[in-house]
């Protein structure tokens, strides 16, 4: 979400971290959500396969390669649907990425061995 999206006066959010208010903003598009924000390192033992696997969804929005590709792993892993956005400049993307492809067949991504 880019910094300036939604007013830091109207939120105030000045002094407060984005992913704090990434989640009040997105909570407020769906109230009954359960978000979740923290202020860790993505690659930490504790966010595992086993953690990645609680998640109904997994939405990334990343701007780092190496964590959105351990992101990507993890999903993939925990057969959790991932869904993958970013931007460059005023371009937007947004990918779902599942372990099974369009024609019911097994995705195996690169860089996955062993983490099935």
Known sequence: ????????????????????????VAQKFQPSA????????????????????????????LDNLD?????NRMCLAADVPLIESGTTGFNGQVQVIKKVGYGGDPIRP????GLN
């Open 1 to 24: 979400m880019p910094r300036d999206t939604y007013s830091k006066r109207s939120l105030g959010t000045l002094s407060r971290r984005l992913k704090e208010v990434a989640k009040e």
């Open 34 to 61: 359960k978000l979740e924000a923290y202020h860790a390192n993505i690659k930490d033992s504790r966010f595992n396969v086993d953690w990645f696997a609680t998640f109904d969804v997994v939405f990334n929005a």
């Open 67 to 71: 964590a959105r590709r351990h992101v």
């Open 110 to 113: 690169h860089g996955c061995a």
